[in-house]
């Protein structure tokens, strides 16, 4: 069945340092992929979204591009911040609208 | 986007009580849908609300256990039945406004603990 895979966390970087978060997905057909944070305290909101091949979504410096050929969709960050800290959901839409997420991972970025 | 709000936002319950979580949309939405979040877990779909009539439960979760309502298209509710600890988690309402803008929106949860 349709799947989603995210690196293992935590990830502690320095502020200003560069983040990647693999993902990768198994789904039949063309899925709509997303990544979703949830802050500490704070409830799910969606991050950014590409729902075809070689689609790009950003928001607030983050990035991510649909790789259907390596069924990717790493989301990256040239300089993270503190406030970036935060556990990151990667997930994909199957078939009847509902999400699948991964299992999602924690980033604490420090001074 | 759409404002979703539960109710409660917290609860703590003796085991073999339920409990019904309410969640509202500040706008008509064509899907709803229920999730589960357990301890240091990501989310797990536990059913689609379907407007009219029974919702639509993944597999692992039945009826019995996790009753669903959604009487219209701006409201729907969760009950946990006969509780037990393995139940404390937290339970996310989401909803779809429009299926052609593929984006859900999540409520802030209701934190259940199950002592």
């Known amino acids: 069945g349709d799947s989603v895979t995210q690196m293992e966390g935590p990830v502690t970087l320095s502020e200003e340092a560069f983040l990647t978060i693999n993902c990768t997905y198994t789904?039949?057909?063309?899925?709509?992929l997303f990544w979703y944070v949830q802050y500490p305290g704070e409830g799910l909101q969606l991050l950014l979204k590409?729902?075809?091949?070689?689609d790009k979504g950003s928001n607030k410096g983050f990035e991510a591009t649909y790789r259907k050929e390596t069924t990717s969709f790493h989301l990256e960050k040239g300089s993270v911040q503190v406030s970036d800290s935060a556990v990151y959901f990667c997930a994909l839409r199957k078939g009847g609208y509902a999400l699948n997420f991964g299992k999602g991972t924690s980033l604490l970025v420090t001074p | 986007s759409a404002v979703i709000s539960q109710k409660p936002s917290r609860d703590i319950c003796q085991r073999g009580t339920s409990l019904t979580i309410q969640c509202q949309v500040d706008?008509?939405?064509?899907?709803m849908f229920w999730y589960r979040q357990q301890p240091g877990q990501s989310l797990t779909l536990i059913a689609t609300a379907n407007q009219g009539s029974e919702a639509t439960y993944e597999s692992g979760f039945v009826i019995d256990k996790f009753p669903i309502s959604r009487p219209n298209l701006t409201f729907s509710t969760l009950t946990v039945s006969n509780m037990s600890p393995e139940d404390s988690s937290i339970y996310l309402c989401?909803?779809?406004?429009?299926?052609?803008?593929?984006?859900?929106?999540f409520g802030p949860g209701t934190r259940l603990t199950v002592l």
């Open positions: 706008s008509q939405v064509t899907m």
């Open positions: 789904a039949t057909g063309y899925p709509s």
């Open positions: 989401s909803v779809m406004g429009q299926v052609a803008t593929d984006t859900q929106y």
């Open positions: 590409a729902t075809k091949a070689d």
